[in-house]
């Protein structure tokens, strides 16, 4: 599918139901996330086979979507509020369509490159006039940072690898964490050279409820945190430093270098490139809320929920659960994230639902993407 038919593909943004009372307060006019921070390994681990089903997907930057069709699954939809992130996946089609994968790697800026602008220029020659539009007018920030660079979570972390983390880590410091060790050399690592005071004033500043809400997510997001958000990335990331081999882990190195290493989010790896470009007809793009794909009276086998609910209050939370379980098969599966304020199924569909715990335990053992405190999946009885 090129650009012109995601466009076209594309439902009008939904303003009533219980998810879009968070764009009453929050902004989706702008990209928030210009890649994905949530591991899709552990995402398509979880899913589990899907072959010829129907699944749907928060959008957000669209690589979890990309990846999703590595489960050779009948269709994926992927849906969000914010017209900005269905662009980042519209781009994406269209640079998998005109690109090599080594190409590909430098427009989204896991490398470098001098010819971030004429690659930008090829891929947006798939797309309409108004999504090209969109991406011509920050097309000085890809030429810097990339596609995946280019959201605001991505600014917020090249502010912090820019101005603050010098403060507290030497670069041949920050250069070792990604040299595989054991066990055991990673914790004294971690303990006697990287975890040292300055660093801990650094987390408790920057990684503040008060400055990830201006600068990196959106206030809204806050609205139900109860707790230090620094004090709970702290604890992930002696996850992702000691218990995980940050060699392997492309959401750290992009943190603290700018790019990614060796190491690749799964949609962006060469050995899954060919597969995803010739299934990307099977992206069906929407813009607008859970409850419009409800509205549709269409059916799924498994829906990729990213972190939505931490955002609502638990009234709104019950009722978009609610209307998730009218639009799923029996068997579907639930896949999503929790961060700082806990989600699990409601009491009043518990008995609907089967909490894989295995599943889940795999999953947060595994999980690179180290922000998130909690893995949930369940079944539709």
Not at 215 to 228: E, I, Q, T
Not at 258 to 287: E, F, K, M, S, V
Not at 299 to 312: Q, T, V
């Amino acid at each position: 599918m090129n650009g012109q038919a995601a466009a076209s593909r594309q439902s009008v943004p939904q303003e009533n139901g219980p998810q879009a009372a968070i764009a009453a307060r929050a902004n989706f006019d702008a990209i928030r996330y210009a890649q994905l921070w949530e591991d899709a390994d552990v995402l398509n681990a979880a899913f589990g086979d899907r072959s010829g089903k129907t699944l749907v997907s928060i959008c957000s930057a669209g690589d979890n979507a990309l990846a999703m069709l590595l489960l050779d699954p009948e269709r994926v939809v992927a849906i969000d509020l914010s017209p900005a992130q269905i662009a980042c996946l519209q781009i994406r089609i269209a640079a998998y369509k005109s690109l090599s994968h080594e190409e590909f790697l430098e427009l989204m800026g896991a490398r470098p490159s001098v010819q971030r602008g004429a690659l930008l220029d090829r891929a947006t020659q798939l797309l309409d006039s108004e999504v090209a539009a969109f991406w011509a007018e920050r097309r000085d920030d890809v030429i810097a940072h990339g596609l995946g660079g280019t959201g605001k979570f991505e600014r917020y972390f090249r502010v912090f690898r820019k101005w603050m983390l010098p403060l507290a880590q030497s670069r041949r410091t920050i250069d070792e964490v990604f040299q595989s060790k054991p066990y055991e050399a990673r914790k004294a690592f971690f303990e006697t050279r990287w975890d040292n005071i300055r660093w801990k004033l650094l987390l408790k500043f920057f990684f503040s409820n008060f400055v990830m809400g201006r600068l990196g997510r959106d206030p809204a997001f806050f609205d139900h945190v109860k707790g230090s958000l620094a004090d709970h990335v702290a604890g992930r990331l002696y996850h992702a430093g000691v218990d995980l081999d940050p060699a392997d882990n492309p959401y750290l190195h992009y943190i603290l270098k700018g790019i990614q290493g060796n190491a690749l989010p799964l949609a962006w790896r060469a050995d899954h490139y060919d597969t995803i470009r010739t299934r990307l007809d099977r992206l069906d793009l929407r813009c607008g809320s859970l409850e419009a794909f409800v509205a549709t009276g269409e059916k799924a086998d498994g829906f990729n929920l990213s972190d939505i609910f931490e955002y609502m209050d638990v009234a709104v939370f019950e009722g978009v659960y609610g209307s998730i379980l009218n639009a799923a098969n029996p068997g579907a599966r639930l896949v999503y994230w929790n961060m700082m304020v806990p989600r699990r199924v409601p009491a009043k569909f518990a008995a609907q639902m089967a909490t894989q715990s295995a599943v889940e335990n795999a999953g947060k053992k595994a999980d690179k993407a180290f922000f998130y405190s909690d893995f949930i999946v369940e079944d539709v009885l």
